[in-house]
């Protein structure tokens, strides 16, 4: 853990489209960052590729602190550009948050800013996912099957409406064809023949933070991926692994399979949807490394 940064510039990427952002808390976070002395400045996204075009941005520019108002889906872009040169202030603003849950982040936008004024820097391992052609980066998860086809099946405006509710529905849905395939998964170079419905490279342990988990010791700070493949066939397989998660008895289960290691490739004779961060990113096959200690987050002094 390093000592807290003195701040004197910060720059403020938000995503007006995400689920939680509200230009009114945009400017309560500048208040909060003002108030500790800070200079900010808050551009907001339109298209794609913004968030990280900003980024590059500020990191040229020197600033001392990129902080991330918005979802998964903008702290990935963000991250994967910038790497662990500049920290990190993590403000959750989408559905789901799935990294600020991980590393128990306030869900609160000005709770969360305060942390980012008075918490100090910790480098994090980032995932980086070679799929369809193209180079994406992660920090929670990617992975193939039905949590590919679940993100993909929950629309943006549902997302809007429901929050977290809108997975539920979607997951709900989709059950009654959950069906296992079979994969070929690759870690560090030994190879594995497995019947799944889900493959997770999980980064983080916590898919819905902070009630499911896929398995223990799973973190993001040890310098390795983890494959979670859940064999489940139908809603009431798919209930019962689903239950072994709640009740943090994964590893006693044989529908639950765990393969640690920093290099993953998945791969499959059909091809299956592949997410990162809870966003499509395209079908198998995927490869998946880590990149220890690759980003730079800020969070509690005592955290």
């Known amino acids: 853990m390093g000592e807290a940064v003195l701040v004197a510039q910060a720059l403020l990427i938000h995503n007006p489209s995400a689920a939680r952002t509200r230009r009114r808390t945009v400017d309560s976070i500048c208040s909060v960052f003002k108030s500790a002395g800070w200079t900010v400045e808050a551009p907001g996204t339109r298209h794609a590729d913004d968030a990280a075009n900003i980024a590059d941005q500020g990191v040229t520019a020197g600033v001392d602190v990129i902080a991330v108002y918005g979802g998964d889906g903008t702290i990935h872009s963000v991250a994967?550009?910038?790497?662990?040169?500049?920290?990190?202030?993590?403000?959750?603003?989408?559905?789901?948050n799935l990294l600020a849950g991980n590393l128990r982040l306030p869900r609160s936008p000005a709770r969360a800013?305060?942390?980012?004024?008075?918490?100090?820097?910790?480098?994090?391992?980032?995932g980086r996912l070679t799929c369809d052609g193209g180079v994406n980066h992660f920090t929670v998860a990617c992975g193939a099957g039905f949590d590919a086809e679940l993100m993909a099946g929950t629309s943006g405006p549902s997302k809007r409406r429901l929050k977290m509710g809108a997975y539920i529905v979607t997951a709900w849905q989709l059950l009654g064809r959950h069906r296992t395939v079979p994969y070929q998964i690759t870690v560090d170079g030994e190879q594995y023949e497995l019947e799944a419905a889900s493959v997770l490279v999980a980064n983080c342990g916590e898919i819905i933070p902070p009630?499911?988990?896929?398995?223990?010791?799973?973190?993001?700070?040890?310098?390795?991926?983890?494959?979670?493949?859940?064999?489940?066939?139908?809603?009431?397989?798919?209930?019962?692994?689903?239950?072994?998660?709640?009740?943090?008895?994964a590893g006693d289960d044989c529908?639950?399979?765990?393969?640690?290691?920093r290099t993953v490739r998945v791969e499959t004779e059909e091809l299956q949807p592949v997410q990162l961060d809870g966003e499509s990113a395209g079908t198998t096959p995927f490869t998946a490394e880590v990149t220890p200690g690759g980003i730079s987050v800020i969070l509690p002094m005592d955290g």
Do not use: C, F, M
């Open 113 to 126: 800013a305060k942390v980012i004024v008075s918490g100090k820097p910790r480098n994090i391992d980032l």
């Open 255 to 261: 529908r639950i399979r765990h393969i640690p290691g």
């Open 211 to 249: 009630y499911l988990r896929l398995r223990e010791g799973i973190s993001p700070y040890d310098g390795v991926l983890d494959v979670v493949a859940l064999d489940a066939n139908g809603v009431w397989e798919s209930v019962q692994v689903v239950w072994q998660l709640l009740a943090r008895r």
């Open 80 to 96: 994967g550009r910038v790497g662990a040169s500049v920290p990190l202030g993590l403000i959750p603003g989408g559905t789901g």
